[in-house]
């Protein structure tokens, strides 16, 4: 009788078992490496379409703290110990990367490390679960021990590519404060960049002149560290995803181009406020922010103005990226609309040479390094900013009654302007419509006149 061995039926049911327990064995190594990883929680974000259209990828986010922070309210039920990161997609580099990053942060900024940063920041996360609470400046400093003093930070295994200033405009939010910088060291940190952090506060009881801030802002933080790009930030406005880069490129950055509150869409093309980036040589070369708009609005039209006539084009993120949150907030007190915006609007473009950065007068009451940022509290005179052009537009105004004698003079002072009297000769006497005419003349007043100001000289007497 022939072997059990050479029945065809029970070899093959031999190898059925034996492939069966190969893929089981398979299977269970599977599971127990997925479980050693124990719990994530992936949200998969809709593809993105990179520069290069041959290819698309699935962008994948974790919702994570950075090291060393509690989890916050909205992730508590969560349990992270790991974390992923996607990183960006190249013409260079077609491969998907994903990278699994320790739970553990180790920074040195006394590090003598001669290795630049990569472009490319290794850890970055995507889309973020923004944090909300307002937590005190004593439980910032524990959570972000690595931030030196004055909101300084610079990495420890690397060189940074960018030396950058975050400006912040401000006056009596100090929650919203609090959470902003909760956000932005969380973040910033993870992008490689060597920065600080610098909060302008405007000492009542002038109006608010957020632009004025800024250029102090500017002026201050270059007295102290050899800064190179400076992102001008609202208080209100934290951002959801770090691929957002606090960087400068070679043209000015509007970067908060998608905020909730407008749902994620730019109200219009000229807008630049927010949150902006311009290098040092781009911010000298625009003269800066204007120091006349005193009260809301007006200040970042005026900038986009600026910065279109030195020849250079606002660049935005992809939508998807550039996002913002709001926190939402009622309007100051001191910061109501300022009346006049339309009419100093008018003349942006011919003030811009001679009235900016140039001609900033302020008073410094205060400065010190705090842990998480510096404090610059200043003083504004807004009669000693506003009163070569209050004179212009009240003698306009005392004598808008005769508008025809009015364009005579100037015109005897500004030949260019021989229009000027066809114009209030068809204007009616409406308040609305003959200011529109009284803000044409005042800047032509202030920019053909020889001798203002601006120019180096005093102002020059007006008729009574």
């Known amino acids: 009788m022939a072997s059990s061995s050479s029945d065809p039926v029970s070899s093959s049911c031999n190898r059925r078992n034996f492939l069966k327990c190969c893929l089981l064995v398979v299977a269970t190594l599977i599971l127990v490496q997925f479980m050693t990883l124990k719990s994530f929680s992936l949200n998969y974000t809709s593809l993105v379409n990179f520069t290069d259209t041959y290819f698309l990828r699935k962008n994948i986010s974790v919702y994570l703290n950075p090291p060393g922070v509690p989890l916050s309210p909205n992730v508590s039920n969560r349990t992270l110990t790991s974390r992923i990161t996607t990183l960006p ?56 021990p690595e931030i030196q003093a004055g909101g300084r930070f610079r990495p420890s295994e690397c060189v940074s590519r960018h030396k950058v200033a975050i400006i912040i405009p401000y006056r009596d939010r100090e929650e919203q404060l609090r959470i902003l910088l909760y956000n932005l060291h969380a973040m910033l940190t993870r992008q490689l960049i060597d920065y600080g952090i610098y909060v302008v506060d405007e000492a009542l009881p002038t109006k608010f002149n957020r632009a004025m801030l800024m250029n102090i802002g500017y002026n201050e933080a270059i007295k102290i560290y050899d800064y190179q790009c400076f ?92 996002r913002y949150r709001m926190i939402k907030h009622k309007r100051d007190k001191g910061n109501e609309p300022n009346p006049r915006r339309s009419m100093q609007l008018r003349g942006a473009e011919k003030r811009s040479e ?45 004598t808008k009654t005769n508008p025809e004698n009015t364009a005579t003079e100037f015109t005897v002072d500004l030949p260019k302007q021989l229009n000027l009297q066809e114009k209030w000769e068809r204007a009616s006497l409406d308040v609305e419509l003959s200011s529109n005419f009284k803000s044409d003349i005042s800047f032509i007043c202030i920019d053909e006149c020889e001798k203002s100001v601006f120019c180096g000289t005093s102002y020059p007497v007006l008729p009574s």
């Open 231 to 322: 992102i001008f930030h609202d208080v209100d406005l934290i951002p959801q995803d770090d691929r957002l880069l606090y960087n400068c490129p070679p043209h000015p950055r509007h970067m908060s181009a998608a905020i909730d509150k407008f749902n994620y869409k730019l109200p219009y093309q000229a807008l630049f406020g927010g949150v902006s980036a311009l290098t040092k040589e781009q911010f000298t070369k625009v003269n800066g922010f204007s120091n006349m708009y005193f009260g809301w609005g007006g200040e970042d039209d005026d900038m986009y103005k600026r910065i279109k006539k030195n020849g250079y084009k606002v660049i935005r993120y992809p939508m998807n990226i550039a």
């Open 89 to 144: 997609l190249t013409s260079r580099n077609t491969t998907l990367h994903t990278k699994v990053v320790n739970n553990s942060s180790s920074v040195n900024v006394n590090s003598t490390s001669t290795q630049r940063c990569p472009e490319d920041p290794p850890n970055l996360r995507g889309p973020l679960a923004t944090f909300r609470d307002a937590l005190t400046f004593e439980e910032l400093e524990k959570i972000f």
């Open 354 to 398: 001679r009235e900016g950065l140039s001609t900033l007068k302020y008073k410094v009451l205060h400065l010190e390094e705090k842990k998480l940022y510096t404090w610059v509290h200043v003083e504004i005179d807004e009669n000693e900013i506003m009163q070569p052009w209050r004179s212009i537009i009240s003698y306009i105004s005392r």
